[in-house]
Each structure stands twice: as structure tokens, then as C-alpha cells.
């Protein structure tokens, strides 16, 4: 019987541990979930962006970033600032206002909510009485006018929301003023346009649904001008100066109209269909912009014709002879113009187009010939391509951060130099302390290198993968281009392209070496690249190598998708990272563990068959291990061919579920089972053995996985190491690899000396093999050193980033599973401790990490822990290597499988997951190292209506920035373990239910309800910091 003592509680442990730790979720990266609305202020120049599940966020200055939550999770339709206030408007689905301020509290400013409001119509009214279309912010800062779909509009007084009923503007007053001509009910219905007059506060225009624009004069209430269209009106717009009107329509045309005392022509000025003359589709918004140099601009979104471009999401822009329409490839939610703010100046002169679209922002620059798109500072659209992985390197070096930034500068020539021209706001945040990459992996086989160093997410580098393969797309072949005379003139903008050319370039693996340059890539069809950086473009070939991890075995067979056929030839790459060898798995599964050790040139990888080790100095295999179980008949099929094997998986599931149902009778163990012993006992007795043993009141009864179990032979992690593997008296390099199946393989390496190096082989020889009982699989490895210090990465000690290890005490290997952390002594490889997760809480390990927490009080002081997340989407910090858990926080929710799956830990207690298919939430979990959102808007010191210039940069300044206000759960207010249940299962009958759905359905309803409560996932245990 195993014994559990209590730890009395310590109150200077507890102290230290509040300096320690401390919970945070601070910023989202990217771009906003399925957006609803946009929203713009010309004095604050700040963006706001409302999407579906009731989020409000507003931007301005890179750095600059608010997120409000809306208490109801419906969409927001509407976003509208107050003129000159911080303050804004929103509107939901459900018909509710609220009203939203920019407070400064402790020298930050803070979004609020203030009030709410539900515009109540006379009783017995129908509900379209009230319904809101349309809403006019008045430039007197009190009234809001409201349009609604029966023809009304309703006058609110802010703050208060207080219905003014004796100002409402009903259709049938307006009807008393009209000629006998215009008098047809037909004119009304809805209300499509709401516009102030841009000279007179007290004339306002009021377009309606059936083609009736009529002026308002709010003084003496009654109609000064009127204009009636023979065709379903859309919106409507003023010119500057107030003396025309345009109108857009549902038949894809546009009007001009005059207004003016001495011309009540019922005719417009010029009518014309952009488009025409063949039925086109509607135009929905317009604007008529005025310029200095006397032409106008004329930008509108839809109009184009509707048999042939009736499905593309356009807005086209016009001026001076020149026409352009820009063609997204999402749909386009709302966008707007950039202007002179002045309300004085004589001209409009635009400047800048900022679209929303479904998928994406894009900003172009109406200042510059050919009208470029501007490069964004933030709003990234992390998911152009799906994200498949990701991985994060921390304190990248000065020489190495250049070098990525002059490859990517390279890159971004067809942006505009124009400065960010949404600027608003001050952001207080200090500068980051250090230079931190994350990398994303894509569908499309392209690495995108971002700047996560603070809370803006920018976009470093691209690299694509697609050169070094044949595909049935040319990349030189320019898809957007278009001869000059074709009709209408359209130009591809954006860089939302959720197609891939085969789903084989996907990219599974990264591992970045931040002191070498070197790179390693590994993809969807066991492809794995090595890449140095280069910076000048080069003309090479990538030479190719082949690893069959079935080692020739008979009785298998492969049925899967094919490999990828690689370039022959030299192949042209542009500056950056350059590919120059390729080694090829066989059979081409994906590749599920990476690793890299620059300083050895060697490079590991590892499927669902085996593992491989490749010497990229001297381009040569230097062994391969098949780990395949004769069981294993899933690991043959592929990701892409995994129809037969869902019955299968189902059945397999209920079966266990029957299995830990069934209650046997109580026996006493014979005595322990080693781990040597338990390998050899057979399945059966195993797991009747394990189902009846009597286990302590604290612990859960733990299922015995059966070596016929699918994927036993999936090689989960993969760790490079210099300790002391055969004797104690001479430590060598050694790799490391742990498998779906329990099962840790351990081989001594020899690694020729530098001078040496490109004379003779690396040698292989296993040495370990270690089998864990319950084979659970292992998701990191890690060798402590003589201090119970993490082994240092490669380079690491020779560029003095950090101390030598210690190699006179004796090392210590520790192996986390899904289920336990379990340290053992090297080199003799006896357990010395273990922490059981599963049997103690029910939860089995998805994410494990490396962090040093450095202390908010102390500055010389600091602690490595791993932190750990769970299947329950809880994080926890274990210490290491006495393997005592310190704190516990909810992060994650237990539903959302991809976010978990994507979590990656940074090396000083940071973290980023995906709270959807285009968004990083990033948490903390360190007091010391925060990056956190400080800004401040001031609506006292608004910025001056200089436009911004076009200077000679290469696109937006960084600047370390601000967001929200995070969200912060300190130690104690970390989640306490529930009662203990004597008999508990690991997972009940409903919870392997819930598991299985959440896995079938893949992505659908991971977001749906992401913000009721997230969690975090770590990332592989290893040499680097990302999976």
C-alpha cells in the first residue's frame, strides 16, 4: 500500500509562489472571428470592429487596442462613435443600443459599457415599428436618430437613452409635405439612409427603401427637398459642401442630385450604371469625395454585373479616367473612407480605403499612382492559409532578427510607404524587453515568421515551401494579373486564400535554431526540409535523400496518399531561408516529432512508423528506427483515408467504456510489477491484474492501455541530449524518442570532432529501451543536470546566453506521459520519483513546457518548472524535479480540442493557443514577464487632420503596444482540487462520449462559444519551444 503524506502548508513557499506566478490572459492576436460591423472615428482615429458573438474591439495606434464584451452574446450589427467623444454606439440583432466610453482610470484608459436601451414602440405596434435600420449620431453629442424599417425615425437623448416622442419624424408627417405626385405609400417602408447635413446641423437626409429621399429640416419639421427614384434605393451620401446628393440602387446604378432653393427638378443631375448596360448587381454604398484637384472620387461597393461577376465581393474605386475594382476573396462586411477630419475644410481629399471583409482588413492608399495597399501593423490575417502548427522561439538575437527583417523587407516592395494611417491614442506600454519570434505552419506549405515581442503581432517573413516540389500550380504564375483592357477592371487585394494546392504541403513540424539560422520543416506527406539563411537569392539544387522507416518489413503495405515529387534541377530562392536538403519518409506519412540540434548538424524526425536521425552536414542517413507494432494497421492508412478506420475507433472506445464498467472482485497484488516485468507480462493478466488491484482512496483506477492499441508506434517526441547514458564515468550526445505506445528509446551518438567532422560518420547504437506500465503515451522528455537544471539548447553556452551544465553530479531523465511525470537516474534509468496526474485528478497531459519564472521582487531570482495542460484545459506549474504541482489555473475550455492542440509555452511562462481559426489569445502565467496592454485616448487632444505622409519606409513602424485589460487569476485564486471520489473512473460513460464528438467534429463548434472560458495548452517537451 502506497503511502501519501501532506505537506504542511509553508507561508514563505507561499509567499515566493505569489512572486512567482500569476495568471493573465492579456491580448488576442489576429484578426477578429466572423466580424459584423465597422466603425470609424475621424477625431479619435480609432477603428472599431463588432463581430457575432458580441465583441467590440477598437484599434488605433499600433499598440493601442480596447475589447469590450457585450453581456448578450448576439451579434453586433452597427458600430457608430459619437461625434468627437469617446464614446460609441452599438447595435445588436436583437434590437438593443448600448452605449460604450473610453474612461481613464489609474493614467490607462478603459472600454465600458454604460448603458443599454431597447427602443419600445406605441402598444399593439408591430415589431418593424421599432426595428432599427439605420442610426444618425447627431452633432450636437446629445440626440441619436434612429431609423426604422416602418418608415420612422425616432430621436433618443444621450446619455439617458430618453425617447424624445414629440421629435419623431413619423412617415406620415413627412407624406403631409410632399406633392400630390410623390404622395404614394409605395415611397415609403424602411429607412435606408440617415445623413446629416455636412454645413447645417438642422437638416438631415432621410432615405427610404422604395427610391423617396426627402431633406429634413429638424427645426421647423418639415420637408425642404424631396427626389424620388424609379428604383429600390440602397444609400445615399452628401457631397462636402452639402449642395448634391448621391443615391446608389438595387439595379447597380448611381444618381446625383442637386439640392438648391431654385431646383426642385424631379430628375437627377446624371444617372449611370458602372457596370451596364447588362443587369448588374446592387450597389450598397457609396461615397462622393471632393479633391483639390477637382475630379472627385467615387468609391462604391457591389454594382458589378450579375451573370458573370454576380459572386465576387468588390469595391470599386473612380477617379480621374482611373477605375479600378478591388476583388476580395471574402465577403465584404462594410468599409470606409479616410478623409480631411476638418469640418471646415473645403475639400475632401481621401486618402486612405479601409475595407472590412469577412476574412481580413485591407487598408489602400489613395494618395499613391496605382493605389497600393498599405501593410497592416496589427489585424493580421493569421489563417490566409489554415494554421496547422506552430512553434515559438524567445531572446532571438540582434543579428539574426535583422536578417529575417531585411529577407522580409524584400518581400513587401509592392506595399505603400505610407504611414498607418490609424493612429489614435498613446500607448503607455514600456518597450519589450527582449525580441521573441512565433512561427506559424500552413496548409498551403508556407512558414510565416511573426514579431511577438509585444502585443502587436506582426508580420516579419514568409517563407513557402512550394519551389522544392511539383505541383499543378506555376509559382511564378500570377493569378490576380489582368490584361489592361480587360472589362470590368478588376485587381485581386488581400492575402485571405484559404485554397491550397495539395494538401501535402502542409506543414506539421518546425524548429528554428536561433544562434545557428539553421531551420528544420516537416510536412503532411513525410517531407522534411533543412534550411539555412541566405541573405542573397540563390540558384541551387536541394538534394534529396530517402529514409524507409519500415526498414523493408514484410506484410505492410501503405495506403495513404502519395509523396510529393520534388523539383529536379536547381531551383531559384529568393533571399532568407533557403532549403538545400530534403529527406523523404517512407512510407510519407505526416511527420509527427521534430528535432534539431544545429551544433552536431543533425537532424531528428519521427511518424506513426518510426523515427529517423539525418546528418545534414554530410547529407547522409545515419540510422532509422521502425517502431511499428504488427497491430498497427491504422498507421498505414494515412490521414486521408481514415473512413474504415472511424468504425473501428468507435468501437474500440465503447469497449473500453464496457471494460472500466465492469467491476471485478477485489484482489491483493502478488507484489509490485516492474517495469521490465510488466513488458513481459501478457496483455490479459495485465489488464485484469491492473482492473482488480485494491488502490488507494485517492486515486482513480487507472485502465491498462493494450499493446494492440492503434498508433502504439507514433512517435510523439523526440530530444537531443549530451548526459550520461552508458556509464557514469564519460557522457555522450544522445537522442531520445518516446511513442503513442509507453515505449522510450534511447541511442547513444558519436559525433566526430569540428576538425573531424566531414571525414568520418555520427554513429548510432540504442542503449535504453524504456517501457512505461500502463503505456500511456509520452509527450515529453527532458535531462535535468547535476543541478536539476534543464540541459541548455545547443549553442546556447557558446554564444554565453547561458552557464554549462553541470556534469560532475549525477543527471536525471524525466518523462512526462498523459498520465504521470516520472523521474529516473541516469545512466542506470531507475525511477526515483513520480507524479501520478490521472490517477490523483482525473486529467491526462496534452501540452507540456519548459519556463523559467523569474520573481516580480527579486531580480536575481528565478525558478525553472514545467508547465503543464490538461485535457480539462486547466494549466498547471510543476516543480521540477521534485515534481510538487504549485499552482493551478483554468484556462481553455474542455470542449475546444483545437485550441489545446494549438497551445504553445514560451521559455518564461507565456503562452498562445487559437481561440479560433484566425485568432491567438496569449496568456501568462510569470508576474515578471507581461505583456499587457497600457494606452491612453484623451478625447481633449485629438490628433491634427494632417493627413499622413508618404514617407520612405517600407511600411508601418512597430510599436510596442496595449490592449485590452487582461484578465488576471492570481495564486490564490487558483482552482482547488475537488472531493476526492473513491471509486472515480478516469472518464465516465458521457465524457468518452463528448471526447469522441468534440474529436469527429474537428473544428466545428470549437469557437462557437469561445469566450465563456479558455484554456491553455503547452507545448512538446524538448530542445525548442514550439510543436
Request: net charge neutral; aromatic share 8%; hydrophobic share 35%.
Amino acid at each position: 500500500m502506497r503511502r501519501f503524506l501532506r505537506t504542511g502548508h509553508d507561508p514563505a513557499r507561499e509567499r515566493l509562489k505569489r512572486d512567482l506566478f500569476q495568471f493573465n490572459k492579456t491580448v488576442e492576436h489576429g484578426f477578429p472571428h466572423q466580424p459584423s460591423a465597422l466603425g470609424y472615428s475621424p477625431s479619435l482615429r480609432i477603428l472599431a470592429i463588432g463581430t457575432r458573438s458580441g465583441a467590440v474591439k477598437l484599434y488605433g495606434a499600433p499598440g493601442v487596442e480596447f475589447m469590450g464584451l457585450h453581456r448578450e452574446n448576439n451579434a453586433v450589427m452597427q458600430i457608430h462613435f459619437l461625434p468627437g467623444q469617446c464614446e460609441l454606439v452599438t447595435l445588436l440583432d436583437d434590437n438593443s443600443l448600448h452605449l460604450w466610453s473610453l474612461k481613464v482610470k489609474g493614467g490607462v484608459s478603459e472600454l465600458q459599457e454604460e448603458e443599454s436601451f431597447i427602443l419600445r414602440g406605441p402598444p399593439g405596434a408591430a415589431p418593424s415599428a421599432t426595428q432599427i435600420t439605420e442610426i444618425l449620431p447627431h452633432s450636437s453629442r446629445e440626440l441619436l436618430y434612429l431609423g426604422t424599417e416602418s418608415g420612422s425615425v425616432f430621436v433618443v437623448q444621450l446619455p439617458g437613452f430618453r425617447t424624445l416622442d414629440d421629435r419623431t419624424i413619423s412617415s406620415d408627417s413627412v407624406l403631409q409635405w410632399l406633392p400630390e405626385e410623390a404622395r404614394h405609400r409605395r415611397v415609403f417602408e424602411m429607412v435606408e439612409a440617415l445623413q446629416e447635413h455636412p454645413r447645417d446641423p438642422n437638416q438631415i437626409l432621410i432615405g427610404y427603401s422604395r427610391g423617396l429621399v426627402v431633406v429634413w429640416d429638424l427645426q421647423g419639421s418639415r420637408v425642404l427637398y424631396h427626389f424620388l427614384s424609379s428604383q429600390q434605393l440602397e444609400n445615399a451620401s452628401w457631397q462636402r459642401d452639402g449642395s448634391l446628393i448621391v443615391t446608389c440602387h438595387s439595379d447597380g446604378s448611381h444618381c446625383q442630385w442637386s439640392v438648391c432653393s431654385d431646383s426642385r427638378s424631379p430628375e437627377p443631375l446624371r444617372s449611370s450604371i458602372p457596370y451596364g448596360p447588362f443587369p448588374c448587381k446592387a450597389i450598397t454604398k457609396i461615397f462622393w469625395l471632393t479633391t483639390r484637384q477637382g475630379l472627385p472620387f467615387t468609391i462604391f461597393q457591389g454594382g458589378m454585373p450579375r451573370a458573370s461577376y454576380g459572386d465576387r465581393h468588390c469595391i470599386s474605386v473612380v477617379h480621374n479616367g482611373q477605375q479600378t475594382a478591388f476583388d476580395f476573396t471574402s465577403r465584404v462586411i462594410d468599409f470606409t473612407v479616410l478623409s480631411e477630419a476638418d469640418p471646415a475644410a473645403a475639400f475632401d481629399d481621401p486618402y486612405a480605403l479601409v475595407v472590412l471583409a469577412e476574412e481580413e482588413l485591407v487598408v489602400i492608399d489613395l494618395q499613391t499612382a496605382g493605389w497600393p495597399q498599405v501593410q497592416l501593423p496589427y489585424l493580421a490575417s493569421l489563417h490566409c492559409s489554415a494554421i496547422t502548427c506552430s512553434h515559438h522561439v524567445s531572446n532571438i538575437p540582434l543579428k539574426l532578427w535583422e536578417r529575417v527583417i531585411a529577407a522580409g523587407s524584400r518581400q513587401n516592395l509592392h506595399f505603400s510607404t505610407m504611414e498607418w494611417p490609424i493612429d489614435g491614442g498613446t500607448s503607455l506600454a514600456p518597450p519589450p524587453p527582449q525580441r521573441d519570434l512565433l512561427l506559424t505552419g500552413h496548409e498551403d506549405g508556407t512558414v510565416r515568421f511573426w514579431d511577438a515581442s509585444g502585443v502587436c503581432l506582426r508580420l516579419l517573413y514568409k517563407l513557402s515551401t512550394v519551389k522544392v516540389f511539383l505541383t499543378d500550380t506555376d509559382p511564378n504564375e500570377n493569378l490576380s494579373a489582368q490584361g489592361e483592357d480587360e472589362w470590368p477592371p478588376l485587381r485581386k487585394v488581400g492575402s485571405f486564400d484559404p485554397y491550397s494546392d495539395d494538401p501535402r504541403l502542409g506543414i506539421q513540424k518546425i524548429f528554428l535554431c536561433k544562434y545557428s539560422g539553421y531551420l528544420a520543416v516537416a510536412g503532411t506527406a513525410g517531407q522534411v526540409l533543412v534550411l539555412e539563411l541566405n541573405d542573397e537569392a540563390a540558384e541551387h539544387a536541394v538534394e534529396q535523400a530517402e529514409a524507409d522507416l519500415l526498414q523493408d518489413q514484410e506484410g505492410y503495405r501503405w495506403k495513404g496518399h502519395e509523396r510529393l515529387a520534388a523539383r529536379p534541377g536547381p531551383v531559384c530562392f529568393e533571399a532568407g531561408f533557403q532549403p538545400f536538403v530534403l529527406v523523404q519518409c517512407q512510407p510519407p506519412a505526416v511527420v509527427t516529432s521534430l528535432a534539431l540540434h544545429s551544433e552536431w548538424r543533425l537532424v531528428a524526425f519521427g511518424t506513426s512508423h518510426g523515427f529517423g536521425l539525418f546528418d545534414h552536414q554530410q547529407r547522409r542517413q545515419v540510422f532509422v528506427k521502425c517502431t511499428l507494432h504488427p497491430s498497427d494497421q491504422l498507421a498505414l492508412e494515412g490521414p486521408l483515408s481514415r473512413v474504415k478506420s472511424l468504425k473501428k475507433s468507435l468501437r474500440q472506445s465503447f469497449r473500453r467504456m464496457r471494460r472500466s464498467r465492469v467491476s471485478g472482485h477485489k484482489r491483493r497484488p502478488g507484489g509490485p510489477m516492474g517495469e521490465a516485468q510488466a513488458q513481459a507480462v501478457s496483455t490479459k493478466a495485465e489488464r485484469t491484474g491492473l482492473q482488480n488491484m485494491e488502490l488507494a482512496p485517492v486515486q482513480r483506477k487507472i485502465e491498462a492501455r493494450s499493446a494492440e492499441d492503434s498508433f502504439t508506434g507514433f512517435v510523439r517526441t523526440l530530444y537531443f541530449a549530451d548526459t550520461y547514458l552508458r556509464d557514469s564515468s564519460r557522457h555522450c550526445p544522445s537522442l531520445w524518442a518516446g511513442t503513442n505506445g509507453g515505449t522510450v528509446y534511447a541511442f547513444s551518438l558519436r559525433v566526430p570532432p569540428a576538425e573531424r567532422r566531414m571525414d568520418e560518420l555520427v554513429r548510432a547504437e540504442q542503449a535504453k529501451e524504456i517501457q512505461l506500465m500502463h503505456r500511456a503515451p509520452v509527450v515529453g522528455i527532458l535531462v535535468l543536470d547535476g543541478h536539476s537544471v534543464p540541459l541548455p539548447e545547443p549553442l546556447e553556452v557558446a554564444h554565453d546566453l547561458s552557464k554549462s551544465p553541470d556534469m560532475q553530479g549525477s543527471h536525471q531523465l524525466l518523462v512526462v506521459s498523459e498520465e504521470q511525470f516520472k523521474v529516473f537516474t541516469l545512466p542506470k534509468v531507475s525511477a526515483k520519483l513520480k507524479l501520478k496526474l490521472t490517477a490523483l485528478e482525473g486529467s491526462r497531459v496534452r501540452r507540456v513546457g519548459v519556463a523559467h519564472f523569474g520573481s516580480c521582487r527579486a531580480e536575481d531570482y528565478g525558478e525553472h518548472h514545467l508547465a503543464v495542460l490538461t485535457n480539462l484545459g486547466d494549466i498547471q506549474v510543476v516543480s521540477m524535479p521534485l515534481l510538487k504541482p504549485q499552482v493551478r489555473y483554468s484556462c481553455i475550455r474542455r470542449e475546444d480540442v483545437s485550441g489545446i492542440a494549438s497551445c504553445v509555452f514560451t521559455r518564461y511562462g507565456q503562452g498562445f493557443y487559437l481561440i479560433s481559426p484566425s485568432e491567438f489569445e496569449r496568456f501568462s502565467l510569470s508576474t515578471k514577464w507581461l505583456v499587457e496592454p497600457r494606452c491612453l485616448v484623451d478625447s481633449t487632444k485629438t490628433k491634427n487632420y494632417n493627413r499622413p505622409s508618404n514617407g520612405n519606409g517600407t511600411g508601418p513602424k512597430r510599436t510596442s503596444g496595449q490592449v485590452r485589460n487582461s484578465r488576471s487569476q492570481s495564486d490564490s485564486e487558483e482552482k482547488k482540487p475537488g472531493p476526492v471520489m473513491e471509486h472515480a473512473l478516469l472518464n465516465d460513460e458521457s465524457g468518452v462520449l463528448k471526447e469522441i464528438q468534440s474529436t469527429l467534429e474537428g473544428d466545428r463548434g470549437s469557437y462557437s462559444h469561445r469566450r465563456s472560458h479558455r484554456v491553455a495548452v503547452g507545448c512538446s517537451l524538448g530542445n525548442g519551444e514550439g510543436s
